[in-house]
């Protein structure tokens, strides 16, 4: 489906180097939408940790908890 396609499309962009929250949190909203909230959450977390502010993922994580 388009969920597991995007998250296996981000995932090679972050093989190519290119890491970023904003990758993180696209995967994060895609695990969601496929109701895999645990890597969800796991995604979003990893977006914080390269941008601690950043407030898109720390919403999607309280939208889950």
Do not use: C, M, P, T
């Amino acid at each position: 489906g388009k969920y597991e396609d995007a998250i296996l499309k981000f995932n090679r962009v972050i093989e190519l180097g290119v890491i970023n929250e904003g990758i993180y949190n696209s995967i994060g909203i895609s695990y969601e939408k496929l109701g895999k909230l645990q890597e969800a959450l796991s995604s979003y977390k990893k977006a914080i940790e390269i941008k601690h502010d950043f407030k898109e993922a720390e919403v999607n994580i309280k939208n889950i908890e």
